[in-house]
């Protein structure tokens, strides 16, 4: 499966003209993709074990310490990306998350949709690895 041949299939559009929660909502996806795939190569382990390990990573407290420790690297247009997700207006916040950390994680997810899209994946692997490390980090 080609990325590119799916997002070619469809009306182009370019990711700056994607609403900010459907950035996420890709974003989301890719990054708990990567966040699976790192969990599986470090662990062949049961799939209830695999998943509990992924959801230490995939949480909207984890994706907001991760913005709070990565926002001063992030160039001009990144970090307009991620406000614009961090600020969308959403009606639903997961009840157990706090408010500005779901709203940070959305920014967080935005960030991550938008690299992906825009094919800046030197980026979005430099993010994706600094949030893995960063939240195993958090651990010790």
Same mark, same amino acid.
């Given at each position: 499966?080609?990325?590119?041949?799916?997002? $070619?299939? +469809? #009306?182009?559009?370019?990711?700056?003209e994607y609403s900010p929660l459907a @950035?996420?909502?890709?974003?989301?996806?890719?990054?708990? *993709?990567?966040? !699976?795939?790192k969990v599986l190569i470090e662990a062949? =382990?049961? &799939?209830? $074990?695999?998943?509990? %390990? =992924?959801?230490?990573?995939?949480?909207?407290?984890?994706?907001?310490?991760?913005? #709070?420790?990565?926002l001063g690297n992030l160039t001009d #247009?990144?970090?307009?990306?991620?406000? !614009? +997700?961090?600020? =969308?207006?959403?009606?639903?916040?997961?009840?157990? &998350?706090?408010?500005?950390?779901?709203? =940070?994680?959305?920014?967080?997810? &935005? @960030?991550?949709?938008? @690299?992906?899209?825009?094919?800046?994946?030197? %980026? @979005?692997?430099?993010?994706? #690895?600094? *949030?893995?490390?960063?939240?195993?980090?958090?651990?010790?």
């Amino acid at each position: 499966m080609d990325i590119n041949n799916i997002l $070619s299939e +469809g #009306e182009k559009v370019s990711p700056r003209e994607y609403s900010p929660l459907a @950035l996420a909502f890709m974003g989301d996806a890719v990054y708990e *993709s990567f966040i !699976r795939a790192k969990v599986l190569i470090e662990a062949n =382990a049961s &799939a209830n $074990s695999l998943h509990k %390990r =992924a959801v230490h990573f995939v949480n909207c407290h984890a994706q907001c310490k991760i913005m #709070e420790a990565f926002l001063g690297n992030l160039t001009d #247009e990144e970090e307009a990306v991620f406000k !614009r +997700g961090r600020n =969308a207006k959403t009606f639903t916040v997961p009840k157990n &998350a706090d408010v500005y950390e779901y709203h =940070a994680a959305t920014g967080f997810e &935005a @960030l991550v949709g938008w @690299l992906y899209l825009m094919g800046k994946t030197d %980026r @979005l692997c430099e993010i994706l #690895e600094f *949030s893995y490390n960063f939240i195993k980090n958090e651990e010790h």
